[in-house]
Every structure is written in structure tokens, then in C-alpha cells.
């Protein structure tokens, strides 16, 4: 336990000097116990007071993995429970609130004028953690507590809704005003250059594309940003030489999951997921720069539809060249056969898929248009060495 409190204590000493984020410990009852804000007393009474103690108490209920939640006066607090203690960092803001919007929110909440201008000094201490270095700190107190490193899109995230002031409500758009940022990251995507591209990302990741969304409702606003990155990016993936079919394809499908999601989380995942599909669609369109125009065609008519049956005759078809002579020319430029080839790259699909752990092996086999499970499996055995079920155990042994 010495060692466990050690561990939490410099950890909340360097987000302390890094971002003046303080940590906190409180009881099942969220009695306090200690904490290193200076004014402990206004943000405990506002913890107390707010939806967030109520969101974190229901989370663990039925979790035990880390939260980070903001009210609707967008405060937010990053919260573990372990042993018997709520774990707290906090408290911040979740975006660059204006001290219009601040405002608005007393007077829609009939704050007394007297607390209105205490309140906004108060919060004028509050450092901004964006969402993305919120979800590292999450990751860093589960670490420091369990001695485990979560994924990052287990982390749960609960934002509440119903904010009805506006303006100036995001009030630096940090987007705004990054076209050279935006322009740099278009050819690092076109080059296939994913460090070159992630270093760029690193440096937005703070950043807003603009307000996209209502105030309070950041799954929206994280969806809107998704989609507007797939346009970006499918439009630099076409420059690039990918098909405008192969483009749009990839962009639709991304996007649909994206509006499916339900956190904040794993919309953040899909549109990693994307970028990662994309630069691999990129890189196999630059390896068949070599090959002839037909073969090129037919690798990425592959490539658009690996979620497909694909025949050959198909292929051909969109190729422009009859069957055999197609078949032979692919044999000889590719290495392998156009079957080989399309079964090779269902099963380094198959692979990324259940990296993720999302789908079950049946899930994938249907989703990949396989003929039945065991020729699913069959075929995963030839191409990797091992069954789905091995290649699964390994992956989880391998994040142990």
C-alpha cells in the first residue's frame, strides 16, 4: 500500500508541475481523505455538488476500468476506484471555455451576482486538458494503481449534454488558421509516410476543426471531426494514385462506423483505424508502381472490395483484358495467382481484425465473404501457420 501511494503521489506531483493538475483520494462516500489543490474547499463543495460525482459512482458500479467525465459547465474530473478509494485528477476544463460562456451557465443555473464573479475566479485557475492527453493521464492512474496498462479506448468517457449557450463557447477554433499544418499532413499521406504523419498529428492534438457541434455534446463533435478527416485524407489517398472507387469505399465505410459509434473513445479508435487503412492502401498502390497498368487495376479492384466475393471475370472486367491473358500476367508480375493474392489479403485483413479484438473469428470469416468457418480457418492455417484460435492466444499473451 506504501509503495501504490508512493506511485500515485509522484505521479500527481509531475501533472502538478506540468498542467497544475491535482490529485485527489475520497472515500466510497466520497468523504474526502487528501488532496493538493489549493482551493480544495471551492472544487470539493463543486465535486459534491455536481453530475460528475454521480456519473463516477454509477461507472464503477459495474466497471472497474478508468472514467473521465465533465459536468455541463464543461469541468472534468479523470477517476479510478481501487481498494476501497476514489482516485481523482482534476479538476479542468475539457475545452477553451470563454468567460461569456461561463456566465451564460450561472445565469441559466440563477447563480447570485456576489457568486457569479467568485466563481469565475475561481475557475480562471482551472487548467485546459484536451481530451486526448486527458485519456494518457486516465491511462497513467490505472497504470500507477493496478500495475496494468490499459488500452486507451477502454478508458469510458461521459460528457453531459444539454448546453444551450453558445457563442464563444469554443473560443480559440485552434484548427482555424493550421492550413500549412493541414497541407504538410496531405503529403506525408500521399508519401505513405505514417511518422511523418503521426508527428504532425501529435502536434494538432489539442486542436478543434472549428465548432462542429452544439456545446456539451463532444461525441458529435469528435464524430464531425472523423468525417472531416476522411475527406482529407481519401482525397490525399486518390492524389496518391489509389482509385476514386477505392477512396470513396474506404471513406463510406469508415464513416457509417463512425456514426454508429456510441463514446467518444471509439470513435477515436475508428478513425485510427482509418488512417492506418488508408496508409496501407497507399503503400500497396506505390509497391505495383512497377507493374503494368492491368496489374495495377486489378490490385486495387482487389484492395476496394476485399469485404466481397471477387472473381476473376470480375477483375477482368474492370481491368479491360480478357480472363487468361490477365491471370497469366498477374502470375508473372505478382509472384502468385490473382487467388492467391485475394486469399493471401482477406487473411492479413482477417489478421489486423482480430488484433482489435472486436470480432469473433465466425464474425470474420462472414464478414470477408468466406465460404464457412472451417474454410476460413483452413485458409488462415496456410497463410499464417496457426489457427484463428492460436493466432488469437498469442495476441492476448502478447498484451499480458
Not at 257 to 267: C, L, N
Amino acid at each position: 500500500m506504501e509503495h501504490l501511494e508512493f506511485r500515485v503521489s509522484v505521479m500527481g506531483e509531475l501533472l502538478i508541475a506540468a498542467h497544475h493538475l491535482y490529485n485527489w483520494k475520497l472515500e466510497p462516500d466520497f468523504e474526502y481523505i487528501y488532496g493538493h489543490c489549493p482551493e480544495k474547499e471551492f472544487f470539493y463543495n463543486l465535486f459534491q455538488l455536481s453530475s460528475s460525482s454521480r456519473t463516477i459512482k454509477e461507472h464503477f458500479q459495474h466497471s472497474e476500468m478508468p472514467i473521465i467525465c465533465a459536468d455541463r459547465v464543461g469541468i472534468g474530473w479523470i477517476a479510478q476506484f481501487h481498494e476501497g478509494a476514489y482516485y481523482l485528477l482534476g479538476p479542468f476544463f475539457t475545452m477553451d471555455a470563454s468567460e461569456t460562456y461561463i456566465r451564460n451557465i450561472c445565469y441559466e443555473a440563477k447563480f447570485p451576482s456576489s457568486l457569479v464573479t467568485s466563481f469565475l475566479v475561481h475557475l480562471s485557475l482551472l487548467p485546459v486538458i484536451h481530451i486526448q492527453n486527458a485519456m494518457d493521464y486516465a491511462v497513467m492512474l490505472y497504470r500507477c494503481l493496478y500495475g496494468i496498462t490499459p488500452r486507451k479506448n477502454d478508458v469510458e468517457i461521459s460528457f453531459e449534454e444539454g448546453v444551450s449557450a453558445e457563442a464563444e463557447s469554443w473560443s480559440s477554433g485552434t484548427w482555424h488558421g493550421t492550413f500549412q499544418a493541414e497541407r504538410k499532413m496531405v503529403e506525408a499521406i500521399k508519401k505513405g509516410d505514417l511518422e511523418a504523419f503521426n508527428e504532425i498529428a501529435r502536434g494538432l492534438s489539442g486542436a478543434q476543426i472549428g465548432k462542429l457541434a452544439g456545446m456539451g455534446d463532444a461525441l458529435r463533435q469528435t464524430k464531425n471531426s472523423g468525417i472531416v478527416f476522411a475527406t482529407i485524407i481519401s482525397r490525399a489517398a486518390m492524389e496518391a494514385g489509389v482509385s476514386s472507387e477505392g477512396a470513396y469505399n474506404l471513406s463510406d465505410y469508415y464513416i457509417q462506423k463512425i456514426e454508429g459509434s456510441r463514446f467518444v473513445s471509439d470513435t477515436q479508435h475508428i478513425v485510427e483505424e482509418m488512417t492506418y487503412a488508408f496508409f496501407q492502401r497507399i503503400r500497396h498502390v506505390t509497391a505495383n508502381l512497377s507493374c503494368s497498368r492491368a496489374v495495377r487495376i486489378a490490385a486495387e479492384y482487389i484492395e476496394t472490395h476485399l469485404r466481397e466475393k471477387i472473381s476473376l471475370d470480375e477483375i477482368a472486367k474492370e481491368a479491360g483484358y480478357a480472363s487468361y491473358y490477365l491471370s497469366g500476367k498477374f502470375q508473372k508480375e505478382m509472384g502468385e495467382s490473382i487467388n492467391s493474392y485475394i486469399r493471401r489479403r482477406k487473411i492479413e485483413l482477417a489478421k489486423e481484425l482480430m488484433w482489435e479484438g472486436r470480432k469473433t473469428a465466425v464474425d470474420i470469416a462472414e464478414e470477408l465473404c468466406f465460404s464457412s468457418p472451417s474454410y476460413f480457418a483452413a485458409t488462415f492455417r496456410k497463410y499464417t501457420g496457426m489457427s484463428p484460435t492460436e493466432f488469437i492466444d498469442k495476441k492476448e499473451n502478447a498484451g499480458s
